[in-house]
C-alpha cells in the first residue's frame, strides 16, 4: 500500500503543550515531518520543546498563542506562513474543560467555547485557505466521546463537543472536491491534566483497562493521516476497553 510519507510535511497542532497535543507532536515530528507547537502556557510549550526527543527535535517549532481571540489565531498562521510556507496538516486539538451550564459566568461561558469551537472554526478556515490551491490537505479535529455519552454536569463541554461533531462532517462534504481530507477523532477518558483524579487514580484506571494514554490518540492520528490518498479515514472513536460507555 502507498501509504502517505511525512517526511517534510508541514503540521500545526493546537494544544500541544500538553497531553494528547504533546503525543501529537513528538510522534508526528517522529514520523519525519515539520511541526509547530502551539501552546497558551509558556512554562508547558517550553518543557514539550525541550523534552523533545533529540532525534527530532530540531523538527519542532513553538508559538505562544490564546486561541480564544483573532490575535491568537492570526499569530498561529503567520508563524506557520513564516516558517513553512505551506501547511499540509492542521490537527485541532486545543480545548478546555467545562462543567455545567449553570456552574460558569458569561465571561467563562465565552472563553470556553471560543476555545473548543470558534478556533476549531477559525483555523479550520485559515488552513483550508492555504490548502486550496495546493488541492491536498488534511484538517484532523479531535473531539470526545461526551459528544455521545452526554455525560451529567458537563453540558458546557458537551456541547462543544458536539458542535464539534457536526462541523466535522459538513466541512468534509465542502473541502473534499478541493482535495483536503477532514478527520474527526472520539476519544474516551484518557490519562490528561483534564482529568480531575489523581495521577496515582488514573494509573490504577489504566490498569484496569477503563483509561487511555494520550499515545494512543496520537497513533489514530497518524494511522488517519498515512493512509493513501483514495482512502478517508472520516471518524474513529477510540473507548478504553472496560470504560462503559
Not at 470558534?118 to 495546493?134: K, N, P
Not at 479515514?233 to 470504560?243: C, D, E, F, K
Request: negative net charge.
Amino acid at each position: 500500500m502507498n501509504r502517505i510519507d511525512f517526511t517534510g510535511k508541514s503540521i500545526i497542532v493546537t494544544g500541544a503543550s500538553t497531553g494528547i497535543g504533546r503525543a501529537i507532536t513528538y510522534q508526528m515530528a517522529a514520523a519525519g515531518a515539520w511541526v509547530l507547537a502551539v501552546g497558551h502556557d509558556s512554562d508547558h510549550l517550553n518543557e514539550t520543546l525541550q523534552n523533545a526527543d533529540t532525534a527530532f527535535k530540531d523538527r519542532l517549532g513553538g508559538v505562544l498563542a490564546d486561541l480564544s481571540n483573532e490575535d491568537g489565531i492570526n499569530r498561529v498562521f503567520e508563524e506557520a506562513d513564516s516558517k513553512f510556507g505551506k501547511i499540509d496538516i492542521l490537527v485541532n486539538n486545543a480545548a478546555l474543560g467545562a462543567g455545567a451550564v449553570m456552574d460558569g459566568d458569561y465571561s467563562e461561558l465565552n472563553k470556553v467555547i471560543q476555545t473548543n469551537l470558534t478556533a476549531y472554526l477559525a483555523c479550520a478556515q485559515a488552513a483550508v485557505s492555504r490548502m486550496q490551491d495546493a488541492q491536498s490537505g488534511h484538517i484532523i479535529n479531535i473531539g470526545s466521546m461526551s459528544a455521545h455519552t452526554k455525560e451529567k454536569n458537563s453540558s458546557i463541554y458537551v456541547a462543544t463537543k458536539s458542535a464539534i461533531r457536526g462541523f466535522s462532517e459538513s466541512l468534509r462534504k465542502e473541502v473534499n472536491e478541493l482535495g483536503i481530507k477532514v478527520t474527526l477523532i472520539e476519544p474516551g477518558a484518557v490519562d490528561t491534566e483534564m482529568q480531575e483524579a489523581s495521577q496515582e487514580e488514573k494509573n490504577q484506571q489504566k490498569e484496569r483497562l477503563e483509561m487511555l494514554e494520550a499515545d494512543d490518540i496520537a497513533a489514530a492520528v497518524i494511522y488517519a493521516v498515512e493512509q493513501p490518498l483514495r482512502c478517508d479515514v472520516v471518524a474513529i472513536q477510540l473507548r478504553p476497553h472496560l470504560q462503559v460507555i
